[in-house]
Every structure is written in structure tokens, then in C-alpha cells.
């Protein structure tokens, strides 16, 4: 550590024991800025100890609520810090137990296999919102091949050496001395080279041909028993054991970089789990009642400036958002169906439906005989790209091809995104992309292209499917996600962002402009001509009822989208 680091370091501290204390005496808004100025670090450390699971917002609420509660009995202020970060882990300990023993798994939590929710990937938001590239991206990546303790540590070692914690405040949240704390961080650190070193193999194109053997049964998932063998192959291949050399030391590509944001919907659950009557959270740490507790933080995330190294970016959402949620409504292909379901979802809907209330969910395959029914007609004609990553040559297209390219588009019309899945050069979990930064509507008309994307192949052997096959792998879509079709058609009014997020399995988006007449050719088209496995499907109703793209939000960060089409 640095002089500078060093006396940063004391001011932050002496900072923190002068909030402590006052808040301990009853001072609300001391105690509103150690919620704010902390969120984002426990955020961080739960983000990447548990690989963006769905429990992180809830095991970071929870910490929040006991770092309220147990303030008073806090006998040292000026350790508030390693205490409230042993407080997470503790959490984290608990929720990763706590799933191992509702699967019904046998062995140490440390082998257990966390899924994580790929619509909030901690890797990918890392990448995303810090704008990693290089070395630093293949860090971040390579996190997902970590096991559960070794994420756990790398959490907190990653923020070691950005410059949020020190070593000693690292030992106290682990329970190890400062010496057998050193042992165990040189041990992760192996564990993330040997991860980088996999994560770079794999990317390599072409890839190398006995490495594309060794993981021909592999599901595309990381995990440690590949990462093992894999890393076995590239430090015996002449070939891949380049991805070993020149490896610039984590500690020096992590140096300085800022936190990932906390979304606003975690502010806004934290801030209503503080508030919450009966939990009683605050009324034990302070007497002045809960009247302003976390309005700071709530303050601070509307006018997005940054708390503690890490800027808390706001979706911007609509009033009627914050209203009670009506039930989620399947989507069918008879829109009187969905219109129906719509306005009897909540009685409170005197008005007709709003805009952004129904969900998508995960679809059955409508029979291949099934004509669609009718496409409404909406209003079209100036919808045009208003700004792009464009790769592709053809004025007529937008291609989107490597994560992180995005097109923006603007007006009123219709559009297609034409899936390409290039399971051959890499098959595993499909991440959808994201469309972000919504200024006012958008809807999702439409899936056709003549096929889903799990359809069997015409006149290929069982298994083949446009997704993979059982020889070169199959590239799968997480739990909840919507089936995608070859060609899925949308409708905007206003500014939206679509953007590239690949991971796992590679895929390529083709942007077309279309008109409604050549959404409703595609979808009519009979399963008989043209080699088309099925008709297409017509999910608009003509009314704001009509289903909203899964991954939307009208934040400006892609990252930030939720899998909830409710926007």
C-alpha cells in the first residue's frame, strides 16, 4: 500500500468511526450515508461470491437490515467495516447452505454448483458497466470457472486490490489469521490463472483441434472439473500453452477500477425492507423514528452520483410502474385471449390495459398446422437506425455478431432480429440480448423465420436441431427464458437500444427493417413450403396489452436489464 493509499485509508476510517458513532447516538442521516456509502461494496462482494444468483439482492438486504439492528452492540466503531463485511460473507455462507440443502446435496458447500441467473451474470456486469476489455475482461470472466470458497475469496481479494479493503479487514471477514489468509489467496489466485489461462484457450479461433476433442461432451457450462481438465490440456499443448505466458498479474489489472452499480431495485427493496414496520430494523439503532432512513441513498440514485467508488445508475421507469404489479398474463396466439386475461388481472384496470403489464413466459410450441391469427395494424413508416455498431456491409441489415455491439433506433414501424446460432464454433447457455434505454413503447408482434430454435432439423437424424446436435454440441437457453424462433419481429414507438450480450453459447443478431406485410408472409407461411417446420406465431393484441420484449429496461445500461418484461 501506498503512501497516498495509506492515508486515504485513515481518512476513510476516521470518516466511518464519526458516522458510527453519531448514528449509534440517534443520527438519522449519519446512518442514512454508511447505507449509501456501503451499498455498493456489499453489492460487489455478494455480486461475485455468488456469481450474480438471484439471492445476491436479498443476501445484500439482509446484511443491510442486521448491520442496522446489531449497530448498537458494536463495542469497536472503528472496525465497523471488517465487521459489516464478515456480516455478507456470513450471509452468503448461509444462502449458499441454504440452496445446497433445498436440492438435496450431499458434500461441502464448496463443491456445490451454483446456477447463475444470466440475466444479471456478475461477470457480464462487470464487463458491461466497467467497460473491461483485454486482460481485464478475461479476468472477469474467468471468475465463472471458480469454485464456490474460491469466489467467495476472490470477492473480497478483488476489492483488496482495487483499493476498497486491506488485508487485514479481508482476514477478519474470513476468520483466518493474516498468515493463513495469505496462504489461501495465493491458493485462489492459482485457481484464477489456471481459469484465465482456460478462458483464453477457449476463445482462441480456430480452436485448437485436441482441445475441441477434450471438450466435445462438455455442456458449455463452466465449472471446476472442466477447468481442471482443461487446464490440464493447455499446459501440455504446444499450441495452448501460450494462454499461460505473458499473463499480466491480477492484482495490477484490477488496481483502481471502481464498483459495479447497484441496480435501483435493490435500492428500492432495501429501502423497503428498512422501512418496514414490523422488521423494526431502525428503531433499535436510532431514536429519531424511520421517517428519513435511506433517503440518501434513494437521493443519491436519482441524481447518479457516485457513493463509495461506484456510480448507482437509476432505471428511469414510468409512473404507472410503481403501481401495484398486475398477475402475469400468458401469452397465446389468439390475441382476445390475452386481452381478456389482461383486463381481469386487476380490478383496479377501469381504464384498459397498461402499457408494460404483461410477461413473457417460457412458450410451448404451438402445432405446426396452427394458422396464426390475424396481426393488428399499427402505425408505421419512420422508423429508421438512428446509431450502430454495423459490421455488416449491406445497408439493408444491421449485423450484431460479437458482444457489446449494439444498434439504437428510433420512430415508429416494425423491425426484425434474425437469430443465428453458430453452435459449431462454440454451443453453450444462450444470454439474450438486452434492449435498454426504452423511450416510450415497445412490443414483441410476432415469431416466425419458419421455425423455433429447438425445432429438429427437416430430414436430419434425431437430435439435430438448429440449436446442435449430439456430435459437435447444443447450445441451450436457462431456466425462464422465452424459446426464441428463427426470426422474432417487434414493434417501437420512440428510442430503443438492442445490444449484443452473448456468453456461452455464440450467437449472431441480423437487425432488419421490415413492414407489417412481411411479417404476416413470414408467419402464414405453411409448414409444407419452403422447408418452414411450423407457422409463426402472432403475440400482439393491438392494445398495450400486447407482450413486451424479456431484457428491457429504460435505464441507459444494458447491463441493468431484468429478465421481467414489465417495464
Not at 440443502?101 to 463443491?111: H, L, N, Q
Not at 386481452?339 to 383496479?348: E, G, I, N
Request: hydrophobic fraction near 40%; proline fraction near 6%; charged fraction near 25%.
Amino acid at each position: 500500500m501506498t503512501g497516498d493509499d495509506g492515508e486515504r485509508g485513515m481518512r476513510r476510517e476516521q470518516t466511518d468511526t464519526a458516522l458510527v458513532v453519531a448514528a449509534r447516538a440517534g443520527d438519522q442521516r449519519a446512518l442514512d450515508e454508511l447505507i449509501a456509502a456501503y451499498l455498493p461494496l456489499l453489492y460487489n462482494v455478494a455480486g461475485r461470491a455468488l456469481s450474480g444468483h438471484a439471492d445476491v439482492d436479498d443476501v445484500v438486504q439482509e446484511t443491510m437490515i442486521r448491520m442496522v439492528r446489531g449497530l448498537p452492540g458494536l463495542r469497536e466503531p472503528q472496525r465497523f467495516r471488517s465487521w459489516l463485511i464478515a456480516i455478507a460473507v456470513r450471509e452468503i455462507r448461509d444462502s449458499v447452505a441454504a440452496r445446497q440443502a433445498s436440492a438435496g446435496r450431499a458434500g461441502p458447500i464448496e463443491d456445490a454448483a451454483e446456477a447463475a441467473d444470466p440475466g444479471a451474470d456478475f461477470a457480464d456486469l462487470t464487463i458491461l458497466r466497467l467497460g473491461l476489455s483485454g486482460e481485464r475482461r478475461r479476468v472477469a470472466e474467468a471468475t465463472r470457472w471458480l469454485d464456490q470458497a474460491d469466489r467467495e475469496l476472490l470477492a473480497l481479494w478483488w476489492l483488496e486490490a482495487a483499493g476498497e479493503i486491506d488485508r487485514a479487514e479481508l482476514a477478519v471477514a474470513i476468520g483466518l489469521s493474516l498468515a493463513h489468509t495469505a496462504v489461501r489467496v495465493q491458493r485462489m489466485r492459482a485457481q484464477l490463472d489456471a481459469a484465465r489461462a482456460v478462458t483464453g484457450a477457449l476463445d482462441e479461433r480456430p480452436r485448437c483441434p485436441q482441445l475441441a476433442e477434450e471438450v466435445s461432451g462438455w455442456d458449455g457450462v463452466p465449472g471446476g472439473r472442466w477447468r481442471k481438465r482443461i487446464a490440464r490440456h493447455t499446459r501440455d499443448c504446444v499450441r495452448c500453452h501460450g494462454a499461460w505466458t505473458g499473463q499480466i498479474p491480477a492484482e495490477r489489472l484490477l488496481a483502481g477500477l471502481g464498483l459495479v452499480p447497484a441496480p435501483k431495485l435493490l435500492v428500492a427493496a432495501l429501502s423497503g425492507q428498512l422501512l418496514a414496520p414490523a422488521g423494526g430494523a431502525v428503531a433499535g439503532a436510532a431514536a429519531g423514528g424511520t421517517s428519513v432512513v435511506v433517503k440518501l441513498i434513494l437521493g443519491v440514485a436519482a441524481a447518479g452520483v457516485v457513493a463509495a467508488g461506484g456510480l448507482v445508475v437509476v432505471r428511469e421507469n414510468r409512473p404507472e410502474a410503481q403501481k401495484a404489479p398486475q398477475a402475469p398474463v400468458v401469452v397465446s396466439s389468439e390475441p382476445a385471449a390475452v386481452a381478456t386475461a389482461s383486463a381481469t388481472a386487476s380490478p383496479s384496470a377501469v381504464a384498459g390495459p397498461r402499457y408494460g403489464q404483461v410477461v413473457d413466459v417460457v412458450d410451448a410450441a404451438p402445432p405446426k398446422d396452427r394458422r396464426p391469427a390475424t396481426l393488428p395494424r399499427r402505425p408505421a413508416g419512420t422508423l429508421r437506425i438512428a446509431d450502430s455498431a454495423d459490421n455488416d456491409p449491406r445497408p439493408e441489415v444491421i449485423s450484431l455478431v460479437h458482444r457489446g455491439e449494439r444498434v439504437t433506433l428510433s420512430g415508429r414501424g416494425y423491425l426484425r432480429a434474425e437469430w443465428q446460432v453458430p453452435f459449431q464454433v462454440r454451443a453453450g447457455a444462450i444470454v439474450t440480448p438486452a434492449w435498454s434505454g426504452l423511450r416510450g413503447k415497445l412490443f414483441h408482434v410476432a415469431s416466425g423465420g419458419g421455425h423455433r430454435m429447438d425445432d429438429p432439423i427437416p430430414g436430419e437424424a434425431p437430435g439435430h436441431t438448429f440449436l446442435g446436435n449430439p456430435q459437435q454440441g447444443t447450445s441451450t437457453l436457462v431456466t425462464g427464458v422465452q424459446q426464441f424462433w428463427a426470426s422474432e419481429y417487434y414493434y417501437l414507438d420512440g428510442t430503443v437500444t438492442l445490444t449484443q450480450r452473448e456468453s456461452g453459447g455464440d450467437y449472431n443478431l441480423y437487425v432488419h427493417l421490415v413492414d407489417r406485410q412481411t411479417i404476416v408472409d413470414d408467419i402464414t407461411t405453411a409448414p409444407a413450403a419452403g422447408g418452414a417446420v411450423r407457422y409463426g406465431l402472432t403475440r400482439d393484441t393491438g392494445t398495450d396489452a400486447a407482450p413486451v420484449p424479456q431484457f428491457v429496461t429504460r435505464g441507459a445500461d444494458p447491463a441493468l436489464a431484468r429478465r421481467q418484461s414489465r417495464v
